[in-house]
């Protein structure tokens, strides 16, 4: 006689999770509220799915209630839990997708939602997050998103910034985002040799970059710009452009004399000896200058 077969069958997964999607901060038959931002917004959400979908909500779903003697009650903390750096808005996409594992996005809350996504461990939203901003990505947000990209370990949306801004890297120099970036992340973007942006323009950029990071980080330029200023290319520039490089630098000390003083020394030795080469090298957006034939690409 033949055993017992057994199968295990999927129905309508619509209907589940539209079903499950009635349940994001409904108040009925919940049992744990958070207080969430400034705005003290409640937000009312159901203990065994949150425990069940995310470690971290486990955890803090686990501790024992504050004043209690006992660390290893069984009685959970009822809140509500006080979430006061967080968004409403982004908290409940959250849950949304702890509930449905789908979340609803927008330009204005997904880089804070990729934000809380690694805060709280869960890959699935953070790749749904990084998919989206790569889809909707735009000049005035893409710095910002770099710099989320590099903090967060992102390997492919820093790759994928990077190639927008070397699209159209004029217009998102004059952005607020290019001014708000960190020294180690401008760094890194001034490294790029498909730049679209003349030198000239690129040192004025990061010039204004320094004085408003020198004003809030209230350090002064030549220090807060000292990684950055090593990557501008300053022998690609004009002899009369150097002039008035030196003229402006006596003001803020943006830039070492010494590299002034290196620039002008491959002028005059018709060659880029003593550069490293990197700086020698136009970027694709560099404006040929009638020097430029003598600089030697591959000098040391």
């Known amino acids: ?9 999927q129905g309508d997964v619509a209907a589940f999770t539209a079903a499950l999607r009635t349940l994001v901060n409904n108040p009925q038959f919940s049992d744990v509220m958070f207080v969430v931002g400034q705005e003290q917004q409640k937000v009312f959400a159901h203990r065994c ?8 909500f486990r955890g803090m779903l686990s501790q024992a209630p504050v004043g209690s ?10 809140g509500p839990f006080i979430l006061g ?20 996005l927008n330009s204005h809350i997904a880089l ?27 000049v005035e947000q893409v710095c910002e998103a770099l710099q989320a990209a590099v903090t967060y370990g992102q390997v492919d949306l820093q790759q994928h910034c990077l190639a927008f801004i070397e699209g159209c890297t004029a217009a998102v120099v004059r952005t607020q985002g290019f001014r708000e ?8 973007v001034l490294r790029s040799d498909r730049l679209a942006v ?25 220090e807060v710009a000292a990684l950055p200023v090593r990557e501008l290319r300053l022998p690609l520039l004009a ?17 070492p004399v010494e590299s002034i003083a290196a620039a002008w020394r491959a002028h005059a030795l018709r060659k880029g000896s003593g550069v490293p080469s990197r700086l020698c090298r136009p970027r694709r957006g560099t404006r040929p200058r009638d020097h430029h034939r003598h600089l030697e690409p591959h000098a040391k």
């Not at 849950?95 to 449905?100: M, N, R």
């Not at 970036?181 to 890194?188: F, K, P, Q, Y």
């Open 1 to 9: 006689m033949a055993g017992p077969c057994s199968a295990r069958l």
């Open 49 to 56: 799915v949150l425990a069940c979908r995310c470690q971290a």
């Open 69 to 78: 003697q006992d660390s290893s009650s069984s009685i959970p903390p009822q």
């Open 85 to 104: 750096n967080v968004q409403p808005e982004v908290f409940l996409a959250v849950i949304e997708f702890l509930y449905t594992n789908s979340v609803t």
């Open 112 to 138: 804070e939602v990729l934000t809380s996504s690694v805060e709280y461990g869960l890959q699935d939203l953070c790749k749904l997050c990084v998919k989206f901003i790569k889809d909707t990505l735009s």
């Open 181 to 188: 970036l960190s020294d180690t992340v401008l760094a890194r």
């Open 198 to 222: 003349d030198e000239l323009d690129l040192v004025q950029a990061v010039r204004e970059w320094a004085h408003v990071s020198s004003a809030v980080l209230e350090r002064p330029v030549p």
């Open 239 to 255: 002899p009369s452009e150097l002039v008035t490089l030196e003229s402006c630098n006596q003001q803020d000390l943006l830039i």
